[in-house]
């Protein structure tokens, strides 16, 4: 079983940066698809950054919506994912939720943003961690 654990939230003005953290433990054989999602109250989650492979020449995408903002990374030694924000808006203010995945599911057969913005509430995807909270104020 893996476990994802997420640190880092917080509030933040606008304009101001947040690294979030995502600790990956259990079977810690890295898995080549992982990423960060965000939800608010009352609205379905959404694929924020994702990033698949384990080495050097992993390749990233990324939400229009924080495109050239967030940056997405790993350190495979240290088991942890990581979510760099920066220029942080008032609508970036959600939970944020790391995300892993099997070698071999359907997330990683594909895996893109855009591949995890359709699976992202369907269910389909292994491993979640609990959230952190980001909060923009304006």
């Known amino acids: 079983q893996v476990q994802l654990v997420e640190s880092g939230g917080g509030s933040v003005q606008a304009g101001g940066s947040l690294r979030l953290s995502c600790a990956v433990s259990?079977?810690?054989?890295?898995?080549?698809?992982m990423g960060w999602f965000r939800q608010v109250p009352g609205k379905a989650r959404e694929v924020v950054a994702v990033i698949d492979g384990v080495s050097s020449e992993a390749t990233t995408t990324y939400a229009d919506s924080v495109k050239g903002r967030f940056t997405i990374s790993r350190d495979t030694a240290k088991s942890s994912l990581y979510l760099q924000m920066v220029s942080l808006k008032p609508e970036d203010g959600a939970m944020y939720y790391c995300?892993?995945?099997?070698?071999?599911?359907?997330?990683?057969?594909?895996?893109?943003?855009?591949?995890?913005?359709?699976?992202?509430?369907?269910?389909?995807?292994?491993?979640w961690g609990q959230g952190t909270q980001v909060t923009v104020s304006s």
């Open positions: 995300a892993a995945d099997d070698d071999g599911s359907i997330w990683s057969s594909q895996c893109t943003a855009e591949r995890g913005s359709l699976l992202a509430n369907m269910g389909v995807i292994g491993y």
């Open positions: 259990g079977h810690t054989e890295s898995r080549r698809c």
